[in-house]
């Protein structure tokens, strides 16, 4: 068989070797000068890897055009791992790590993190369970949604003529079939688009994914910590804050017009995992990041401490209290959430409460907390026990 031996300038040469098929194969050499391929192994990028312009995830690509690495997924706690709250609620409020329920009439559906139910590949889920048959309101809503921070959207430029696309997927399970809805917002609240995907088999984990071409109106945020964008998964949406599935509208809708209700089935269950919102028009893989990782980009919204030592109690102090440092550093000086607690190895504690006056102000990367009931005993010991900072969107 013939071939093309072409020797190098030092050592070593290059074979072109004709393949071994019939019929005439023609290889085009670029029209100027460069690289056209290097590798370092006999296997390397096959050609079957470039297609259109991109290269496969599996050769080390993106899978999409945009060539887009580096915080592929703007969801956080997206497989619903970090829930440092351990909590489950069943009025509006926060379950796992950035993820918040949304419920116009309390006690209709409990929210939780599941370690038990979850497709393959992932060990959490979020749960929610209906607790009654319940018709919702025209002006009523129960959702559950994320708001994305406008530093990590912005580049999105929407709002603008060169509005980038994205494409929004993830796991699901359920109970109920049908069509299923949600959307997107804006800040303001102002702009949305609903979408719409359907569950075809009850009780049976499905991969859903939808793509957006993004907003060329509306006002959005830009670089800053406020609300880049929300993403919402409707529950159960009344006829006023639902909208015709597939374009941008002047609204605030939260799902879209005819999607299924889970609060109106008594005992119906609705399982989410695996969500990301990436640039592109295409679903590539789930972005697993480490663990440290993830819960570090959930601390600059949540920040919990099961117990953090404060040292001695000081003879004389008039103000009783102590320093918490916090890091990484939040995204807005935090609130304390309610069921904090100080502990002593002697005398009374008291309640913690953030404190703001002169010389003691707190800031997104320090707090300082004393007690609202009572002083403490000059040596005690002080510990700050179950103390969750927020600084959510």
């Known amino acids: 068989m013939a071939a093309v031996v072409i020797t190098g300038d030092t050592s070593g040469s290059v074979t072109l070797q004709a393949p071994a098929v019939a019929g005439t194969t023609t290889l085009t050499l670029p029209s100027t000068s460069g690289t056209v391929l290097t590798t370092a192994s006999t296997t390397g990028i096959s050609g079957s890897a470039i297609s259109s312009g991109t290269v496969a995830e599996a050769y080390g690509g993106t899978g999409t055009t945009t060539g887009y690495y580096g915080f592929k997924n703007r969801i956080i706690n997206g497989?619903?791992?970090?829930?440092?709250?351990?909590?489950?609620?069943?009025?509006?409020?926060?379950?796992?790590?950035?993820?918040?329920?949304?419920?116009?009439?309390?006690?209709?559906?409990?929210?939780?993190?599941?370690?038990?139910?979850?497709?393959?590949?992932?060990?959490?889920?979020?749960?929610?369970?209906?607790?009654?048959s319940y018709s919702v309101g025209s002006g009523e809503l129960f959702a559950i949604k994320q708001a994305i921070e406008g530093f990590n959207f912005a580049d999105m430029t929407w709002g603008t003529a060169n509005a980038k696309t994205i494409t929004i997927s993830f796991w699901v399970y359920s109970s109920l079939t049908g069509t299923f809805g949600g959307a997107l917002q804006n800040g303001a609240q102002n702009r949305s688009y609903p979408f719409t995907y359907t569950i075809n088999a009850a009780n049976t984990w499905e991969q859903k994914s939808v793509t957006i071409a993004g907003d060329t109106s509306g006002t959005w945020v830009g670089a800053t910590n406020g609300v880049g964008v929300y993403v919402f998964f409707g529950l159960g949406c009344g006829s006023t804050v639902s909208g015709t599935a597939g374009s941008w509208a002047g609204a605030a809708y939260w799902s879209a017009t005819g999607a299924t209700s889970v609060v109106g089935t008594n005992g119906a269950t609705f399982y989410i995992t695996g969500v990301q919102l990436e640039k592109g028009s295409t679903a590539t893989s789930f972005d697993y990041r480490p663990y440290g990782t993830e819960l570090a980009l959930c601390q600059r919204y949540c920040h919990a401490y099961s117990s953090y030592s404060l040292g001695r109690a000081r003879d004389g102090d008039t103000v009783y209290g102590g320093g918490v440092t916090l890091s990484p550093t939040m995204r807005a000086t935090p609130t304390l959430r309610s069921g904090a607690t100080f502990t002593a190895n002697t005398g009374s504690a008291g309640t913690p409460q953030i404190l703001s006056t002169a010389g003691s102000a707190s800031s997104p990367d320090n707090v300082y907390v004393n007690s609202s009931t009572s002083s403490w005993t000059t040596n005690a010991l002080i510990a700050l026990t179950n103390a969750v900072f927020e600084a959510e969107l």
């Not at 970090?82 to 069943?90: G, H, K």
């Not at 116009?104 to 939780?112: E, F, G, L, P």
């Open 79 to 132: 497989a619903m791992t970090i829930n440092q709250r351990a909590t489950s609620v069943t009025d509006t409020g926060y379950v796992t790590d950035r993820w918040q329920y949304a419920a116009s009439v309390a006690s209709k559906a409990t929210v939780s993190q599941d370690t038990s139910v979850y497709p393959a590949g992932f060990n959490a889920s979020l749960k929610v369970l209906s607790s009654s």
